[in-house]
Protein backbone atom coordinates (compact mmCIF):
# COMPACT_ATOMS: atom_id res chain seq x y z
CA UNK A 1 0.00 0.00 0.00
CA UNK A 2 3.20 2.27 0.86
CA UNK A 3 3.92 1.79 -2.86
CA UNK A 4 0.54 2.88 -3.91
CA UNK A 5 0.85 5.70 -2.19
CA UNK A 6 4.53 6.43 -3.49
CA UNK A 7 3.27 6.12 -6.83
CA UNK A 8 1.52 9.56 -5.60
CA UNK A 9 4.47 10.81 -4.34
CA UNK A 10 4.99 14.19 -5.94
CA UNK A 11 3.29 13.22 -8.59
CA UNK A 12 -0.44 14.93 -9.31
CA UNK A 13 -3.12 12.72 -8.54
CA UNK A 14 -5.82 13.47 -10.85
CA UNK A 15 -8.61 12.14 -8.98
CA UNK A 16 -11.22 11.16 -11.37
CA UNK A 17 -11.32 12.66 -14.69
CA UNK A 18 -10.68 16.01 -14.70
CA UNK A 19 -11.79 18.45 -16.63
CA UNK A 20 -11.41 18.63 -20.21
CA UNK A 21 -12.21 15.67 -22.72
CA UNK A 22 -14.00 13.05 -20.38
CA UNK A 23 -13.66 9.41 -21.36
CA UNK A 24 -15.94 7.84 -24.44
CA UNK A 25 -19.41 7.11 -22.96
CA UNK A 26 -18.60 9.20 -19.67
CA UNK A 27 -20.39 12.09 -20.03
CA UNK A 28 -21.38 13.06 -16.46
CA UNK A 29 -20.31 15.71 -14.11
CA UNK A 30 -17.04 14.08 -13.44
CA UNK A 31 -15.30 16.97 -14.50
CA UNK A 32 -16.08 18.77 -11.11
CA UNK A 33 -13.34 16.57 -9.48
CA UNK A 34 -10.04 18.50 -8.67
CA UNK A 35 -6.87 17.52 -9.15
CA UNK A 36 -4.26 17.60 -6.24
CA UNK A 37 -0.95 16.69 -4.84
CA UNK A 38 -0.14 14.67 -2.36
CA UNK A 39 2.99 15.35 -0.28
CA UNK A 40 4.76 12.94 2.03
CA UNK A 41 2.00 10.61 2.05
CA UNK A 42 0.35 12.47 4.58
CA UNK A 43 -0.72 16.15 2.86
CA UNK A 44 -2.65 18.12 0.34
CA UNK A 45 -1.15 21.56 1.06
CA UNK A 46 -3.08 23.59 -1.95
CA UNK A 47 -6.79 24.04 -1.04
CA UNK A 48 -8.77 22.23 -3.67
CA UNK A 49 -9.14 24.49 -6.74
CA UNK A 50 -7.70 27.25 -5.51
CA UNK A 51 -10.97 27.84 -3.13
CA UNK A 52 -11.45 29.96 -0.04
CA UNK A 53 -12.87 28.14 2.61
CA UNK A 54 -15.45 29.79 4.77
CA UNK A 55 -15.99 28.19 8.12
CA UNK A 56 -19.78 29.07 8.65
CA UNK A 57 -20.95 27.04 5.68
CA UNK A 58 -18.51 24.21 6.50
CA UNK A 59 -19.81 23.67 9.90
CA UNK A 60 -23.36 23.46 8.64
CA UNK A 61 -21.70 20.70 5.73
CA UNK A 62 -19.73 18.91 8.70
CA UNK A 63 -23.07 18.28 10.88
CA UNK A 64 -25.63 17.78 7.60
CA UNK A 65 -26.36 14.07 6.94
CA UNK A 66 -26.33 13.68 3.77
CA UNK A 67 -23.02 15.99 3.43
CA UNK A 68 -20.18 15.35 5.42
CA UNK A 69 -22.49 13.72 8.61
CA UNK A 70 -19.57 13.85 10.31
CA UNK A 71 -20.82 13.38 13.86
CA UNK A 72 -22.17 10.14 12.64
CA UNK A 73 -18.57 9.06 13.58
CA UNK A 74 -17.08 11.84 15.65
CA UNK A 75 -17.04 13.50 18.90
CA UNK A 76 -17.27 17.09 18.75
CA UNK A 77 -17.47 19.18 22.04
CA UNK A 78 -18.20 22.52 20.31
CA UNK A 79 -21.22 20.91 19.18
CA UNK A 80 -22.72 19.54 21.50
CA UNK A 81 -26.38 21.29 20.57
CA UNK A 82 -26.70 18.30 18.10
CA UNK A 83 -27.21 15.48 20.16
CA UNK A 84 -25.58 11.68 19.20
CA UNK A 85 -22.38 12.10 18.10
CA UNK A 86 -20.11 8.93 17.01
CA UNK A 87 -18.21 6.17 18.55
CA UNK A 88 -16.08 5.58 15.32
CA UNK A 89 -13.37 7.50 14.84
CA UNK A 90 -11.20 9.71 17.04
CA UNK A 91 -13.04 12.72 19.38
CA UNK A 92 -12.25 15.91 16.56
CA UNK A 93 -12.80 19.06 19.93
CA UNK A 94 -9.14 19.54 19.85
CA UNK A 95 -8.21 18.83 15.94
CA UNK A 96 -7.05 21.75 14.96
CA UNK A 97 -4.27 21.56 17.68
CA UNK A 98 -2.75 18.42 16.48
CA UNK A 99 -3.34 18.21 12.70
CA UNK A 100 -2.37 21.36 10.12
CA UNK A 101 -5.02 22.00 7.05
CA UNK A 102 -2.84 20.38 4.72
CA UNK A 103 -3.57 17.20 6.87
CA UNK A 104 -6.99 17.25 7.26
CA UNK A 105 -7.57 18.30 3.46
CA UNK A 106 -6.32 14.44 2.51
CA UNK A 107 -7.82 12.83 5.45
CA UNK A 108 -10.99 14.56 3.87
CA UNK A 109 -10.20 13.85 -0.15
CA UNK A 110 -9.13 10.11 0.25
CA UNK A 111 -8.08 9.22 3.90
CA UNK A 112 -7.24 5.55 2.53
CA UNK A 113 -3.41 7.11 1.39
CA UNK A 114 -2.69 7.18 5.47
CA UNK A 115 -4.68 4.79 6.40
CA UNK A 116 -5.43 1.66 3.88
CA UNK A 117 -7.69 -0.05 5.75
CA UNK A 118 -9.95 2.95 7.48
CA UNK A 119 -13.66 2.90 7.70
CA UNK A 120 -13.94 6.80 6.01
CA UNK A 121 -15.16 7.87 2.74
CA UNK A 122 -13.04 9.02 0.40
CA UNK A 123 -15.03 12.33 0.82
CA UNK A 124 -13.45 13.83 -3.16
CA UNK A 125 -12.83 10.87 -4.99
CA UNK A 126 -15.01 8.75 -7.54
CA UNK A 127 -12.52 6.69 -9.53
CA UNK A 128 -12.02 2.72 -8.37
CA UNK A 129 -15.24 2.48 -6.51
CA UNK A 130 -17.79 -0.62 -6.53
CA UNK A 131 -20.93 -0.73 -7.61
CA UNK A 132 -21.78 3.09 -6.68
CA UNK A 133 -25.21 3.77 -6.94
CA UNK A 134 -26.74 5.63 -10.30
CA UNK A 135 -27.59 8.78 -8.29
CA UNK A 136 -24.09 9.31 -7.21
CA UNK A 137 -22.04 7.75 -10.05
CA UNK A 138 -19.07 9.95 -11.13
CA UNK A 139 -19.76 12.57 -8.08
CA UNK A 140 -17.61 13.20 -5.01
CA UNK A 141 -19.50 13.46 -1.83
CA UNK A 142 -18.30 16.85 -1.55
CA UNK A 143 -16.96 18.84 -3.94
CA UNK A 144 -14.24 21.12 -3.63
CA UNK A 145 -15.49 24.31 -2.31
CA UNK A 146 -17.26 22.06 0.07
CA UNK A 147 -13.81 20.36 1.16
CA UNK A 148 -12.73 23.93 1.83
CA UNK A 149 -15.24 24.96 3.73
CA UNK A 150 -15.23 22.24 6.19
CA UNK A 151 -11.25 22.70 6.46
CA UNK A 152 -11.66 26.45 7.58
CA UNK A 153 -14.51 24.95 10.09
CA UNK A 154 -12.34 22.46 11.33
CA UNK A 155 -9.40 25.06 12.00
CA UNK A 156 -11.58 26.61 14.71
CA UNK A 157 -11.64 23.19 16.51
CA UNK A 158 -9.62 23.91 19.78
CA UNK A 159 -9.98 23.09 23.15
CA UNK A 160 -9.47 26.34 25.56
CA UNK A 161 -5.11 24.83 27.52
CA UNK A 162 -7.35 24.20 31.20
CA UNK A 163 -9.63 22.15 29.49
CA UNK A 164 -7.60 19.78 27.48
CA UNK A 165 -7.15 16.27 29.66
CA UNK B 1 -50.11 26.65 50.52
CA UNK B 2 -52.79 25.11 52.40
CA UNK B 3 -52.96 22.26 54.84
CA UNK B 4 -55.09 20.25 52.33
CA UNK B 5 -52.75 21.42 49.60
CA UNK B 6 -50.01 19.70 51.31
CA UNK B 7 -51.86 16.45 52.19
CA UNK B 8 -52.80 16.02 48.58
CA UNK B 9 -49.48 16.59 47.56
CA UNK B 10 -47.83 14.12 50.43
CA UNK B 11 -50.24 11.29 48.76
CA UNK B 12 -49.27 12.58 45.17
CA UNK B 13 -45.57 12.31 46.35
CA UNK B 14 -46.64 9.09 47.87
CA UNK B 15 -48.22 7.50 44.57
CA UNK B 16 -45.77 8.52 42.62
CA UNK B 17 -43.22 7.11 44.80
CA UNK B 18 -44.67 3.98 44.34
CA UNK B 19 -45.52 3.84 40.97
CA UNK B 20 -41.61 4.76 40.43
CA UNK B 21 -40.96 1.59 42.73
CA UNK B 22 -43.22 -0.58 40.83
CA UNK B 23 -41.61 0.86 37.66
CA UNK B 24 -37.48 0.04 39.12
CA UNK B 25 -39.07 -3.50 40.00
CA UNK B 26 -40.44 -3.52 36.91
CA UNK B 27 -37.19 -2.67 34.88
CA UNK B 28 -35.27 -4.76 37.66
CA UNK B 29 -37.19 -8.01 36.20
CA UNK B 30 -37.34 -7.29 32.80
CA UNK B 31 -33.44 -6.83 33.11
CA UNK B 32 -32.54 -10.20 34.98
CA UNK B 33 -34.56 -12.03 32.41
CA UNK B 34 -32.96 -10.65 29.43
CA UNK B 35 -29.80 -11.26 31.21
CA UNK B 36 -30.39 -14.98 31.02
CA UNK B 37 -31.47 -14.96 27.79
CA UNK B 38 -28.43 -13.10 26.65
CA UNK B 39 -26.77 -15.80 28.34
CA UNK B 40 -28.28 -18.21 25.37
CA UNK B 41 -27.48 -15.63 23.28
CA UNK B 42 -23.93 -15.35 23.17
CA UNK B 43 -22.10 -18.65 22.04
CA UNK B 44 -17.92 -18.43 22.05
CA UNK B 45 -17.64 -15.15 22.09
CA UNK B 46 -20.03 -15.10 19.39
CA UNK B 47 -23.27 -12.58 20.24
CA UNK B 48 -26.27 -12.24 18.57
CA UNK B 49 -27.61 -8.64 17.32
CA UNK B 50 -29.69 -9.10 21.18
CA UNK B 51 -27.20 -8.09 23.12
CA UNK B 52 -26.67 -4.72 20.87
CA UNK B 53 -30.76 -4.23 20.90
CA UNK B 54 -32.79 -2.11 23.68
CA UNK B 55 -34.28 -3.69 26.29
CA UNK B 56 -37.89 -2.61 25.54
CA UNK B 57 -37.31 -3.95 22.38
CA UNK B 58 -35.72 -7.54 23.39
CA UNK B 59 -38.87 -7.49 25.26
CA UNK B 60 -41.02 -7.67 22.33
CA UNK B 61 -39.26 -10.28 21.28
CA UNK B 62 -39.01 -12.37 24.29
CA UNK B 63 -42.69 -12.47 24.75
CA UNK B 64 -44.79 -14.02 21.93
CA UNK B 65 -48.14 -11.99 23.15
CA UNK B 66 -46.06 -9.06 22.59
CA UNK B 67 -43.94 -10.23 18.88
CA UNK B 68 -45.64 -8.79 16.18
CA UNK B 69 -43.58 -11.50 14.02
CA UNK B 70 -45.46 -14.26 15.61
CA UNK B 71 -48.48 -12.57 13.41
CA UNK B 72 -46.25 -13.97 10.26
CA UNK B 73 -45.85 -16.93 12.19
CA UNK B 74 -49.79 -17.95 12.63
CA UNK B 75 -50.09 -17.03 8.81
CA UNK B 76 -47.37 -19.63 7.57
CA UNK B 77 -49.66 -22.21 9.85
CA UNK B 78 -52.38 -21.24 7.74
CA UNK B 79 -50.42 -21.60 4.16
CA UNK B 80 -48.80 -24.35 5.86
CA UNK B 81 -51.84 -26.71 4.88
CA UNK B 82 -53.69 -24.28 2.11
CA UNK B 83 -53.83 -26.55 -1.17
CA UNK B 84 -52.15 -24.12 -3.96
CA UNK B 85 -51.32 -25.51 -7.45
CA UNK B 86 -52.35 -27.91 -10.04
CA UNK B 87 -50.84 -30.93 -8.51
CA UNK B 88 -53.73 -29.94 -5.76
CA UNK B 89 -51.12 -30.22 -2.78
CA UNK B 90 -50.33 -27.87 0.71
CA UNK B 91 -47.33 -28.12 2.04
CA UNK B 92 -48.17 -30.71 4.77
CA UNK B 93 -49.49 -32.38 1.92
CA UNK B 94 -45.91 -34.03 1.47
CA UNK B 95 -44.06 -33.04 5.11
CA UNK B 96 -47.17 -33.80 7.25
CA UNK B 97 -49.75 -31.92 9.52
CA UNK B 98 -47.27 -31.58 12.38
CA UNK B 99 -44.63 -29.18 10.79
CA UNK B 100 -42.73 -29.64 14.49
CA UNK B 101 -42.05 -32.63 13.80
CA UNK B 102 -40.83 -32.67 10.35
CA UNK B 103 -39.55 -29.44 9.92
CA UNK B 104 -37.81 -28.75 12.93
CA UNK B 105 -34.02 -28.16 12.24
CA UNK B 106 -34.11 -27.31 8.61
CA UNK B 107 -33.56 -23.82 9.09
CA UNK B 108 -30.57 -24.25 10.48
CA UNK B 109 -28.82 -25.86 7.83
CA UNK B 110 -29.79 -23.06 4.44
CA UNK B 111 -28.39 -22.29 2.44
CA UNK B 112 -27.81 -25.55 0.87
CA UNK B 113 -26.30 -26.41 -2.87
CA UNK B 114 -28.76 -27.42 -5.06
CA UNK B 115 -27.31 -30.28 -7.07
CA UNK B 116 -29.47 -30.15 -9.98
CA UNK B 117 -28.58 -26.40 -10.28
CA UNK B 118 -25.02 -26.92 -9.34
CA UNK B 119 -26.35 -23.39 -7.01
CA UNK B 120 -26.22 -22.42 -3.42
CA UNK B 121 -30.09 -22.53 -2.12
CA UNK B 122 -31.47 -20.51 0.60
CA UNK B 123 -34.96 -21.14 2.28
CA UNK B 124 -37.20 -19.04 0.54
CA UNK B 125 -35.73 -20.46 -2.93
CA UNK B 126 -36.23 -24.07 -1.20
CA UNK B 127 -39.59 -22.90 -0.70
CA UNK B 128 -40.58 -21.81 -3.82
CA UNK B 129 -38.70 -24.91 -5.44
CA UNK B 130 -41.06 -26.77 -3.66
CA UNK B 131 -44.14 -24.74 -5.15
CA UNK B 132 -43.28 -24.93 -8.54
CA UNK B 133 -41.90 -28.60 -8.90
CA UNK B 134 -44.20 -30.35 -6.81
CA UNK B 135 -47.17 -28.40 -6.19
CA UNK B 136 -47.42 -26.92 -9.73
CA UNK B 137 -48.20 -23.87 -8.30
CA UNK B 138 -46.49 -20.16 -8.77
CA UNK B 139 -43.21 -19.25 -7.31
CA UNK B 140 -44.02 -16.58 -4.16
CA UNK B 141 -42.74 -12.92 -4.99
CA UNK B 142 -39.71 -12.18 -2.86
CA UNK B 143 -41.11 -10.12 0.13
CA UNK B 144 -44.81 -11.06 -0.49
CA UNK B 145 -46.61 -11.49 2.56
CA UNK B 146 -46.74 -15.31 1.81
CA UNK B 147 -43.04 -15.83 1.12
CA UNK B 148 -41.99 -13.95 4.01
CA UNK B 149 -44.59 -15.94 6.19
CA UNK B 150 -44.26 -19.38 5.41
CA UNK B 151 -39.93 -18.30 5.83
CA UNK B 152 -40.72 -16.65 9.28
CA UNK B 153 -42.91 -19.93 9.91
CA UNK B 154 -39.99 -22.40 9.03
CA UNK B 155 -37.39 -20.39 11.16
CA UNK B 156 -39.71 -20.58 13.82
CA UNK B 157 -39.94 -24.60 13.97
CA UNK B 158 -36.37 -24.17 14.67
CA UNK B 159 -36.35 -21.83 17.33
CA UNK B 160 -33.80 -22.54 20.27
CA UNK B 161 -31.60 -24.97 17.68
CA UNK B 162 -28.09 -23.60 16.97
CA UNK B 163 -27.25 -22.40 13.69
CA UNK B 164 -25.50 -25.32 11.63
CA UNK B 165 -24.62 -24.28 8.03
CA UNK B 166 -22.18 -26.55 6.05
CA UNK B 167 -19.17 -24.12 4.62
CA UNK B 168 -16.81 -27.03 3.61
CA UNK B 169 -16.48 -29.71 0.11
CA UNK B 170 -18.49 -28.58 -2.59
CA UNK B 171 -19.98 -25.22 -0.68
CA UNK B 172 -16.89 -23.38 -0.21
CA UNK B 173 -16.23 -21.71 -3.28
CA UNK B 174 -20.01 -20.33 -2.57
CA UNK B 175 -18.54 -19.71 1.31
CA UNK B 176 -15.60 -17.44 -0.12
CA UNK B 177 -17.94 -15.38 -2.46
CA UNK B 178 -19.88 -14.55 0.10
CA UNK B 179 -17.05 -14.09 2.69
CA UNK B 180 -15.78 -11.63 -0.48
CA UNK B 181 -18.67 -9.91 -0.82
CA UNK B 182 -18.59 -9.14 3.31
CA UNK B 183 -15.38 -7.63 2.75
CA UNK B 184 -15.82 -5.65 -0.14
CA UNK B 185 -15.91 -1.77 -0.09
CA UNK B 186 -18.73 -0.79 -1.82
CA UNK B 187 -20.40 2.63 -2.90
CA UNK B 188 -19.80 6.32 -3.17
CA UNK B 189 -18.77 5.84 0.92
CA UNK B 190 -16.80 3.15 -0.02
CA UNK B 191 -17.45 0.86 3.10
CA UNK B 192 -17.84 -2.77 3.40
CA UNK B 193 -19.87 -4.97 5.47
CA UNK B 194 -16.66 -5.47 7.70
CA UNK B 195 -15.93 -1.84 8.59
CA UNK B 196 -18.91 -1.89 10.59
CA UNK B 197 -19.65 -5.47 12.04
CA UNK B 198 -15.83 -6.53 12.56
CA UNK B 199 -13.94 -3.49 13.01
CA UNK B 200 -16.50 -1.31 15.33
CA UNK B 201 -19.19 -3.45 17.29
CA UNK B 202 -20.42 -1.84 20.34
CA UNK B 203 -19.67 1.49 19.28
CA UNK B 204 -22.12 4.28 18.05
CA UNK B 205 -22.54 5.20 14.94
CA UNK B 206 -24.15 8.75 15.46
CA UNK B 207 -27.43 6.70 17.88
CA UNK B 208 -27.56 3.62 16.19
CA UNK B 209 -25.43 0.97 18.23
CA UNK B 210 -23.35 -1.21 15.74
CA UNK B 211 -23.68 -5.37 16.16
CA UNK B 212 -21.45 -7.91 15.40
CA UNK B 213 -23.78 -8.57 12.51
CA UNK B 214 -24.87 -11.83 13.65
CA UNK B 215 -28.03 -11.83 11.71
CA UNK B 216 -28.30 -15.36 10.82
CA UNK B 217 -30.42 -16.81 13.08
CA UNK B 218 -32.34 -13.43 13.42
CA UNK B 219 -34.22 -13.18 10.45
CA UNK B 220 -36.76 -13.01 9.14
CA UNK B 221 -37.22 -10.44 11.52
CA UNK B 222 -39.73 -7.44 12.14
CA UNK B 223 -37.83 -4.24 12.39
CA UNK B 224 -39.42 -1.74 13.72
CA UNK B 225 -38.35 0.77 11.59
CA UNK B 226 -40.24 -0.78 8.82
CA UNK B 227 -43.46 -1.77 10.72
CA UNK B 228 -43.12 -5.61 9.59
CA UNK B 229 -41.09 -8.58 8.88
CA UNK B 230 -38.34 -8.37 6.92
CA UNK B 231 -36.23 -10.89 4.85
CA UNK B 232 -32.21 -10.90 5.93
CA UNK B 233 -31.94 -9.81 1.70
CA UNK B 234 -33.89 -6.92 2.24
CA UNK B 235 -31.35 -5.66 5.20
CA UNK B 236 -28.31 -6.50 2.96
CA UNK B 237 -30.20 -3.87 0.35
CA UNK B 238 -30.70 -1.65 2.80
CA UNK B 239 -27.47 -1.52 4.09
CA UNK B 240 -26.18 -1.43 0.38
CA UNK B 241 -27.86 1.84 0.34
CA UNK B 242 -27.22 3.38 3.16
CA UNK B 243 -23.53 3.33 1.92
CA UNK B 244 -24.59 4.33 -1.68
CA UNK B 245 -24.00 1.28 -3.56
CA UNK B 246 -25.93 -0.01 -5.80
CA UNK B 247 -27.88 -3.33 -4.17
CA UNK B 248 -28.39 -6.83 -5.79
CA UNK B 249 -31.98 -7.85 -6.35
CA UNK B 250 -33.56 -10.01 -3.41
CA UNK B 251 -32.44 -14.11 -4.29
CA UNK B 252 -29.27 -13.05 -6.59
CA UNK B 253 -26.42 -15.34 -6.13
CA UNK B 254 -23.89 -12.50 -4.54
CA UNK B 255 -26.47 -12.17 -1.59
CA UNK B 256 -26.92 -16.46 -1.31
CA UNK B 257 -23.39 -16.49 -1.13
CA UNK B 258 -23.40 -13.52 1.02
CA UNK B 259 -26.04 -14.88 3.53
CA UNK B 260 -24.47 -18.04 3.80
CA UNK B 261 -20.85 -16.25 5.06
CA UNK B 262 -23.16 -14.31 7.88
CA UNK B 263 -25.03 -17.53 8.77
CA UNK B 264 -21.73 -18.80 9.21
CA UNK B 265 -20.77 -16.15 10.91
CA UNK B 266 -23.63 -16.92 13.29
CA UNK B 267 -22.68 -20.80 13.95
CA UNK B 268 -23.99 -21.99 17.22
CA UNK B 269 -26.41 -19.38 18.45
CA UNK B 270 -30.17 -20.46 18.80
CA UNK B 271 -32.33 -19.63 15.90
CA UNK B 272 -34.36 -16.51 17.22
CA UNK B 273 -36.70 -16.22 14.41
CA UNK B 274 -39.16 -14.00 14.62
CA UNK B 275 -36.41 -11.47 15.96
CA UNK B 276 -37.29 -7.65 16.87
CA UNK B 277 -34.80 -5.44 16.60
CA UNK B 278 -34.81 -1.64 15.80
Known sequence: ?165 | MTRKGNKSMGAMGGLAALAGAAGLLLSGLLIANQAAAKSKYEVDGRKSGYHYSNPETNEMQDDDFLNPGMLWVQRGIALWSKVDGAAGKSCASCHGDDARKTMRGVFTVYPKLNKKTGKLENIEQRINRCRVENMKAKPWKWESGELLSMTTFIGFLSRGLPMNVKVDGEVKPFFEKGKAEYFKRRGQLDMACKHCHIDNPGKRIRADLLSEGRAGQAFPLYRLKWQKIGSLHRRFRGCNKQVRAKPYKPGAEEYVNLELYVKWRSRGLPVEVPAVRR
Do not use: W
Open chain 1, 1 to 165: MKSIAKLALGGVIAAGLVAGPTLAGDNMKTAKLASYKVVDDIAIPEPLAGKKGDPARGEKLFVARKKGNCLACHKVEQLKQHLFHGEIGPELSDVASNMTPAEMRLRLVDPKIVNPETIMPSFHKVKGLHRVMKKFKGKPVLSAQEIEDIIAFVQTLKMPKQAKK
